[in-house]
C-alpha cells in the first residue's frame, strides 16, 4: 500500500524544524559571504597599502593600471601615468593610495587612487641592506 502523500504525486513536506533550517542556512551564508567580500580593502576614503602584480588591461587608447592581489582580488588604480605604469607592469609592487570605490558585491570594480608605487623587491632589498 502507498503512503496517502505519495498517491497523488505531491512530496511529504519536512517537519518545522527542517524547514525552518532549509530556509536560514541559505541567508546566513549569503550575508556572511556579504560582510567578506564588502570588507576586503576598506571604505571610501580609507587610507591603505597593498601589494600584488600590476597588470595593464584594455587596449589602446583605453588602457588602465589594475592591481591584482594575491587574493586574486583586482583594483583598478586611479592616478598613475601610462609610463610609471609601463615601467611596473607584470612586476610585484606595493601600492599605497586612498580607497574611492570600494569592493562590494554590486560594483563593477574596486577603485584605489594612487599615492605611491613601487616595486615590491624594493622594499626586501632596503630592510637587507641597513640590516647588515
Given amino acids: 500500500m502507498t503512503a496517502p502523500s505519495l498517491l497523488h504525486g505531491k512530496r511529504p513536506r519536512p517537519a518545522g524544524a527542517w524547514r525552518l533550517l532549509r530556509l536560514c542556512v541559505p541567508a546566513l551564508a549569503g550575508a556572511l559571504l556579504a ?5 576586503a580593502g576598506g571604505a571610501a576614503g580609507d587610507s591603505v597599502e597593498m601589494s600584488g ?4 588591461r584594455g587596449n589602446v587608447p583605453f588602457q588602465h593600471p589594475v592591481l591584482v592581489t594575491g587574493a586574486g582580488e ?12 609601463t ?13 574611492v570605490a ?9 577603485i584605489l587612487r594612487v599615492e605611491s608605487a613601487e ?3 624594493v622594499h ?4 637587507e641592506s641597513s640590516g647588515r
Fill in 35 to 39: 560582510a567578506c567580500v564588502g570588507s
Fill in 119 to 121: 616595486p615590491a623587491d
Fill in 124 to 127: 626586501r632589498s632596503a630592510s
Fill in 87 to 99: 615601467a611596473l607592469s607584470g612586476r610585484a609592487v606595493r601600492v599605497r593610495g586612498v580607497v
Fill in 102 to 110: 570600494p569592493r562590494t558585491p554590486n560594483a563593477w570594480a574596486a
Fill in 74 to 85: 583586482s583594483w583598478d588604480l586611479e592616478g598613475m601615468t601610462a609610463e610609471r605604469a
Fill in 53 to 56: 602584480t600590476l597588470r595593464i
